[in-house]
């Protein structure tokens, strides 16, 4: 089994940046795909970005592309999200999640975190 507990989420400014992390527990997630999904009220849960066990692959929505950077730290059993030039329309509840075979779908993952809150202000 794997726990993953999500911080770094809050509130910023348009065009702030924030750093989300996701630490893993239970079972070591090194030869995990992880990934970042988000929710907005009203909308369905999306993809935002993904990253291979490796670190070497990764994946990203186009609306996060050259905005938000994915990076794995395998001896600390943690996956980050760097996102810069952040925008309104980012404002979203953010689940990290593993899985042996990851992408751009959230079926293909297996745990999933409680998910944290990033607002972004205009």
């Known amino acids: 089994q794997v726990q993953l507990v999500e911080s770094g989420g809050g509130l910023a400014q348009a065009g702030g940046s924030l750093r989300l992390s996701c630490a893993a527990s239970g079972r070591t997630v090194n030869r995990y795909a992880m990934g970042w999904f988000r929710q907005a009220p009203g909308k369905e849960r999306e993809f935002v970005a993904a990253i291979s066990w490796s670190g070497g692959t990764t994946y990203y929505a186009d609306s996060v592309k050259g905005r938000f950077t994915i990076s794995r730290d395998n001896a600390k059993n943690t996956v980050y999200l760097q996102m810069n030039s952040l925008k309104p329309e980012d404002t979203a509840v953010y689940y990290c999640?593993?899985?042996?075979?990851?992408?751009?779908?959230?079926?293909?993952?297996?745990?999933w975190g409680q998910g944290i809150q990033v607002t972004v202000s205009s």
């Open positions: 999640a593993a899985g042996q075979k990851g992408g751009r779908v959230s079926p293909m993952y297996d745990y």
